[in-house]
């Protein structure tokens, strides 16, 4: 077996997928093997089995390759040796004052195994928070994985972190990616590839905690604990974070840095809100939309619309493209299958504009855009969701000031909830 690394790390394996060979050879060195269901728990995603076929399956995992009750599962060895602990960091970026505390309180969680939660607001440079610790852990010899519930996250993630750690093994793992898996230091991927892991991960540093598809989704949770060591700890971050946490919290079951200050020290944009008389799409594109974006494009203004459904969110591009034919602009969805592609144009200034659904809420950074929320009085927009969409702008220090818009009929409780918490946020970041 020339690829070992492709094998190796905590990794879960049906047998069904191996070669005799492959099996003696996991085997022979530490690799363990046990049945795929057992007392009616999937043993890959630690689910109940429902026993109503004459042949019992789980169908939790079954994205993953189909486990039967005939099946055995074999997990690799865990235990991998990183033998170069020069210091790996490389970032010439500066942490804040107030970053540096929370950075310092990571490592403290670190050093006491004690899980974590980073609340802090979008922008806030949680990201590079982390780096401290990651560094830490490098030079330990130990392994990290960072986890985000979303594809477009991990793919905005990986350069930044390589970047940051040039000399470490670093590996991209996500449902669409090319790349084989191989056994990293670092692994950044979509929390559903840890379904894949047992204890294999001294640190998990869990990004988007509040995020679809992760947010109460019991798989994925036990997933995150199951593919963590047994002396390991977790790390979540998140600028909205579930109740769950914030009780562990006040349980003191888990520890936390709050930061209610982005990392260029200028407050959150504040959504300037605007009552429509009629539907959005009313002459096509209601006027007062249609006026805010007439002026964008006259001033060569890059700008995000944000729509509650998909077939909204198509009307809306049919209307652009006939009162706007000038203007350059893609729409995206979690259904587009081009939608890394779209997503980079944008990010590449190749287009003016892109239309999205809740997608693109969080994780993704642009320089110097407008947001454009449409039907932000939509049942799809929780007060979550409009603070996260919010957080898209004004994320660069040269384009603190980016603006921010929430066009609805009705001026409901969601939309009254997110202007009221971001005041509340720049209220506590300025004293």
């Given at each position: ?7 190796l790390g905590g990794r879960i394996f049906n047998t069904t ?97 004690v899980n974590h939660l980073v609340w802090a607001v979008t ?68 929390v559903h590839q840890l379904i894949k892991f047992d204890k ?232």
């Amino acid at each position: 077996m020339n690829n070992l690394n492709e094998y190796l790390g905590g990794r879960i394996f049906n047998t069904t997928e191996l070669n005799d060979e492959q099996i003696e050879l996991l085997l022979s060195i530490g690799g363990k093997k046990i049945n795929a269901i057992e007392n009616n728990v999937c043993q890959r995603c630690l689910m109940m089995v429902k026993n109503n076929s004459k042949l019992i399956y789980c169908r939790s995992c079954i994205n993953l390759g189909r486990i039967s009750e005939r099946d055995q599962l074999i997990i690799s060895p865990a235990e991998a040796l990183f033998s170069d602990r020069s210091p790996s960091l490389q970032w010439s970026g500066e942490l804040t004052i107030m970053q540096k505390k929370a950075s310092e309180e990571l490592i403290m969680a670190y050093n006491t195994g004690v899980n974590h939660l980073v609340w802090a607001v979008t922008g806030a440079g949680k990201t590079e928070m982390t780096y401290p610790l990651i560094e830490r852990i490098i030079s330990d010899g130990k392994r990290v994985a960072f986890c985000s519930p979303r594809v477009d996250v991990c793919i905005e993630l990986f350069p930044r972190i390589q970047a940051a750690f040039p000399q470490v093994s670093i590996g991209l793992f996500h449902g669409k990616s090319e790349e084989t898996y191989s056994l990293t230091q670092i692994m950044i991927s979509t929390v559903h590839q840890l379904i894949k892991f047992d204890k294999a991960f001294d640190v998990l540093i869990i990004d988007e905690v509040d995020s679809y598809p992760l947010a109460g989704n019991e798989m994925l949770e036990k997933a995150i604990y199951k593919a963590k060591r047994p002396t390991g700890n977790l790390v979540f971050l998140s600028a909205t974070p579930p109740k769950r946490l914030i009780k562990d919290v006040e349980n003191k079951k888990i520890t936390i840095s709050k930061l209610y200050q982005r990392f260029h020290t200028y407050p959150l944009p504040q959504p300037k809100c605007h009552m429509l008389f009629k539907s959005s799409d009313y002459f096509r594109i209601n006027p007062r939309i249609k006026l805010k974006i007439k002026k964008l494009i006259e001033n060569n203004e890059r700008f995000m619309l944000f729509f509650p459904k998909i077939p909204a969110m198509l009307k809306f591009s049919e209307s652009l493209k006939i009162i706007f034919p000038e203007l350059s602009f893609v729409d995206v969805s979690s259904k587009d299958e081009q939608r890394l592609d779209k997503v980079s144009q944008f990010r590449k200034k190749e287009i003016q504009a892109i239309l999205t659904t809740t997608i693109l809420e969080r994780g993704v950074t642009f320089k110097n855009i407008t947001v454009i929320v449409i039907d932000a009085d939509a049942k799809e927009f929780s007060k979550t969701a409009l603070i996260q969409i919010a957080g898209r702008a004004g994320r660069a220090k040269e384009s603190y000031d980016d603006e921010v818009h929430f066009y609805y009929q009705s001026y409901n409780r969601q939309v009254k909830q997110a202007c009221s918490e971001i005041k509340y946020l720049n209220r506590q970041a300025s004293k």
